[in-house]
């Protein structure tokens, strides 16, 4: 009660890519990475902990995710809208730009924040 949790086990998530659109089912205790190459998304990735920026998304809708064991993450990433696809699990549906690494590294530079390889 007074929780707007989404107790949900599993999320619809739209991912767009440069390649096209793909909707995709995601478990709450699935990174979205996993989930995407699940269903055939092979999603760049260097450090797979939260850290390198390399599997960047964006938000183009609004939506809940748990950022997991991400090494690296901050709340100015959350409220921009990032989510580091290879440790974030679902709490939404969700609607997803992919490849968002060069504009998450822009936004923690912005910000001084850690951007590695930038
Ligand atoms: S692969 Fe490094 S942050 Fe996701």
Redesign the pocket.
Known sequence: MGNDEDSRELFQVTLITPLGEKILTAGRKEPL?DAAQAAGVFL?????????????GRLLKPGRFDPGR?E?YFPQDRAAGFV????AKPRSDLYIKTHAEDEMRMHRLKHGLPAPYA
């Open positions: 990475w760049q990735a260097i450090c797979h902990q939260g850290r390198c920026l390399t599997c960047a991400a690296s580091l696809l290879c440790t």
